[in-house]
């Protein structure tokens, strides 16, 4: 569909992230006649996006905990710029409920759900308990686990095998799985260290490990005065360790049918927290067809493209318009998804060499184009990969009329990316694109560990 033009009422905002999804929200920002301001560390003194903001400030050392986590250095740079909204990304402090707290409290406006939802939807515990209330179908198991003495009970109720599961937090951290009785004891305190060292939260819930199962997401809208609209599905079931490696937009396994059913419960799901800006809500689907809420997220999804791709809504520059008290300018019978999308994660890792993490000087770059090719990187000639953050590095995204279409235009892009001096994942991505299974559109979660990648 097309965006009717709505303006917005910031004039100036700061972006607290790094790297392509910075590069991302200042173009937005650009389009959108906003001043961007960007932070940014010691080691990404000669980034694109801190040259690419109309301001920017460095707010530390390398170590993310001491600059991008750093909430008293952003904060002051967004007072002494004189931002009036902050963009958290994705990762980071994007999903931090004090942070959007601390927003508040300076009089910045948070560009996502206020703190009280923050803390609502990340406690993944209390998040089924909602879900369960708002007739949103929900995995078996039990509830938080208080104290450890319960966990047998609970898990022969449930049933073997089982996920132990992290109460806070996301990204594939603090979950371990138990396939009997024996594991129990050692998955529920690894799986309780984890979560603390990572989200400062140690509690763990249980429920039935599904498998084979599909991981689908519903990209959701909801601005101010109660609108909710649902942009359709992402299929994101390749995965390594639960980290997504390629997403497509429609998935070629939900039916018209079971996708008008999760699309409601998707709505249901974001109306039963008021939910408000943009959020995605995460299900899992077994081969009978059935979903089941796994999860919220109250970000902005590194493989949102895809859904902007097939819908033609720009997901950055909603999101800030919401938060400005934009009401959406369009209703759920408006949303028209066309053709197929398809992105690939670009990784600086060998995945020949169990994964290990890459970095770097790029000695030449060269960039796919072509109609409906998108690089989404942060990249440039002569630019060092610092080797303190992710190892994401771009996002190569692809649109055509059909899935096939979109599988070939996807492998000739792929093979057109060079970027040389940095190891990265592409020949696994062209690996996935040619495999049989995916080109029929029926893989599962486990797609990646069944071909013997660790």
């Not at 002569?382 to 692809?398: A, H, Q, R, T």
């Not at 000739?412 to 592409?426: M, R, T, W």
Request: with cysteine; net charge negative.
């Amino acid at each position: 569909m097309t965006e009717k033009g709505v303006g917005s009422l910031f004039s100036k905002i700061l972006i607290a992230n790094r790297g392509e999804i910075a590069v991302r929200i200042i173009r937005a920002c650009r389009e959108m006649g906003i001043s961007s301001v960007a932070v940014f560390s010691e080691a990404d003194r000669e980034s694109l996006h801190a040259s690419l903001a109309d301001e920017s400030v460095c707010i530390g050392p390398a170590l993310a905990k001491d600059s991008y986590l750093n909430i008293p250095a952003i904060l002051s740079a967004a007072v002494a710029t004189g931002a009036q909204a902050i963009h958290p990304g994705y990762g980071l402090l994007s999903e931090n409920a004090e942070f959007a707290e601390l927003c508040e409290k300076c009089g910045i406006a948070f560009i996502g759900p206020d703190a009280d939802l923050i803390r609502k939807t990340g406690d993944k515990d209390a998040a089924r308990r909602t879900m369960r209330e708002a007739g949103v179908p929900v995995v078996p198991g039990c509830d938080r686990i208080d104290d450890p003495s319960r966990l047998r009970e609970e898990a022969d109720k449930i049933g073997y095998p089982l996920l132990i599961k992290a109460s806070a937090g996301g990204g594939g951290r603090g979950i371990r799985t138990v396939n009997g009785p024996e594991d129990l004891q050692n998955a529920y305190a690894t799986a309780s260290s984890e979560a603390q060292s990572a989200f400062g939260d140690g509690t763990v819930y249980m429920e039935k490990f599904l498998s084979p199962v599909k991981h689908i997401e519903m990209q959701i809208l909801c601005d101010r005065f109660g609108n909710t609209v649902c942009l359709g599905e992402r299929e994101c079931s390749i995965q390594r360790k639960r980290q997504k490696l390629l997403e497509e937009s429609p998935s070629p396994a939900v039916r018209e049918e079971t996708r008008r059913k999760m699309m409601d419960a998707a709505v249901r799901a974001a109306r039963a927290v008021n939910y408000v800006n943009a959020g995605t809500i995460e299900f899992l689907m077994d081969s009978s067809g059935n979903f089941y809420f796994m999860e919220m997220n109250t970000r902005l999804q590194v493989e949102h493209p895809v859904t902007e791709m097939v819908t033609g809504i720009d997901l950055v520059k909603w999101q800030i318009r919401i938060a400005a008290g934009v009401p959406l300018s369009f209703h759920q019978q408006d949303v028209r998804t066309e053709g197929h999308a398809i992105e690939c994660r670009i990784n600086a890792e060998n995945p020949k060499k169990g994964f290990t993490p890459g970095g770097g000087k790029v000695s030449f770059l060269h960039v796919p184009g072509g109609p409906w090719v998108r690089f989404d990187t942060a990249l440039y000639q002569d630019y060092v990969v610092p080797p303190f953050y992710d190892s994401m590095i771009g996002k190569l995204i692809v649109h055509a009329q059909t899935r096939e279409e979109a599988v070939r235009k996807m492998q000739a892009a792929l093979g057109e990316l060079v970027i040389d001096g940095v190891e990265h994942n592409a020949e696994l991505q062209m690996e996935i694109l040619n495999d049989p299974e995916f080109k029929a559109g029926n893989y599962c979660t486990d797609f990646i560990e069944k071909r013997g990648y660790a």
